[in-house]
């Protein structure tokens, strides 16, 4: 992809780091719309592959925290990537109060790991939750682009 462009084909290449990254409310509270999360996140999704050359793969939006799976530049710095998603997540929500735990877990996935078998995983949390009773089942995931892992 060339930087400011938005991406053509709905496939990203690797080039930087792969990242899983999770986040949650502050005290694990529940958000008050899931579909709004939802909706934000893909929205933000959009705008970060046009506008900075950030890849959203995967993703799970479960009902106090959030997994995806992202992939920037080699300039890309994933605190003040989430720091924007949470902010738009928050002004989308409007809480009237504190809405997220401080900080988030990240973890690049080295070439050993496997994305597929981290997704899988990832994929499986409504079920281990007692939210479904089959993964593909929850509307709150997704895949924004297919990021490669070569």
Not at 17 to 33: A, C, G
Not at 34 to 50: D, F, G, N, P
Request: proline share 7%; aromatic share 14%.
């Amino acid at each position: 992809m060339i930087k400011g462009r938005p991406p053509r084909l709905d496939r990203v290449f690797p080039s930087g780091p792969l990242y899983f990254v999770t986040f949650s409310t502050r005290d694990r509270k529940p958000f008050r719309s899931l579909t709004r999360v939802h909706e934000t996140v893909k929205h933000y999704a959009q705008r970060a592959a046009s506008d900075f050359n950030v890849a959203v793969g995967r993703y799970v939006i479960m009902p106090d925290h959030i997994h995806l799976f992202i992939r920037g530049d080699d300039d890309f710095v994933s605190f003040k990537w989430v720091g924007g998603l949470k902010r738009a997540i928050s002004v989308a929500l409007n809480p009237g109060g504190p809405l997220w735990q401080p900080g988030f877990f990240d973890h690049v996935l080295r070439s050993e790991e496997s994305y597929g078998e981290k997704w899988l995983y990832v994929r499986d949390n409504p079920v281990r939750a007692g939210l479904v009773d089959d993964a593909r089942d929850w509307p709150y995931q997704g895949e924004c682009v297919v990021i490669d892992r070569l």
